[in-house]
């Protein structure tokens, strides 16, 4: 079991992250298995596409926390974080963002268009300081977001960033299943 001093896991998963081989739900099952307080951020089965609905899903998962939370969100999962963290007065350790999407420009085929995320909320992209740590790793060969763009992300937020190499969307689409380097930088977080 979660000690008092241990902040709460609290898991983002972007669009489409809800899958039984992916990184974050493996890292959930390793940590609630070691004891840690986990909760995981559910799919929107209704306004899936709404940044308001992402927002307040996010807000209703970390109230649910005892104390203060870690974060740790994946693609659309991290614009959820970085548009809640405008909002929120919860208290946050701190957040692993992985592999941002880059929402201002034009998206691979199959992926939201422009027009359907700007009519959703989710831009313009937010690029304050985040009120609370933050890491953002980033692949050199992301399909959604070139690295470039998500390092200037990363400055914009006050992120540290870190590369990861060419790991595609750190997805099981691009051959990921676990993430081991995800809980070292957890506890790098944790430990400021």
Do not use: K
Not at 25 to 43: D, F, K, S
Request: hydrophobic share 40%.
């Amino acid at each position: 079991m979660s000690t008092p001093t241990e902040a709460t896991i609290v898991v983002v998963p972007g669009l489409r992250d809800h899958l039984p081989d992916h990184w974050q739900t493996i890292l959930a099952e390793r940590l609630t298995a070691a004891g840690r307080a986990v909760l995981t951020v559910a799919p929107l089965t209704e306004d899936r596409l709404s940044r308001t609905a992402g927002v307040a899903a996010l807000e209703a998962v970390v109230a649910e926390a005892p104390g203060p939370v870690v974060l740790v969100a994946h693609s659309a999962g991290v614009m959820t974080t970085v548009h809640w963290a405008r909002t929120t007065s919860r208290p946050v350790v701190g957040a692993l963002l992985a592999t941002p999407p880059d929402f201002d420009t034009p998206l691979p085929d199959g992926r939201p268009t422009p027009d359907v995320l700007r009519s959703n909320g989710w831009t313009p992209v937010p690029r304050a300081v985040l009120p609370f740590p933050s890491v953002v790793a980033a692949s050199s060969d992301d399909p959604l977001g070139r690295e470039v763009r998500v390092a200037r992300l990363a400055e914009c937020w006050g992120s540290r960033l870190v590369r990861l190499g060419a790991v595609g969307h750190l997805n099981p689409g691009s051959g990921y299943g676990p993430w081991p380097r995800a809980e070292e930088l957890i506890r790098e977080i944790e430990q400021g």
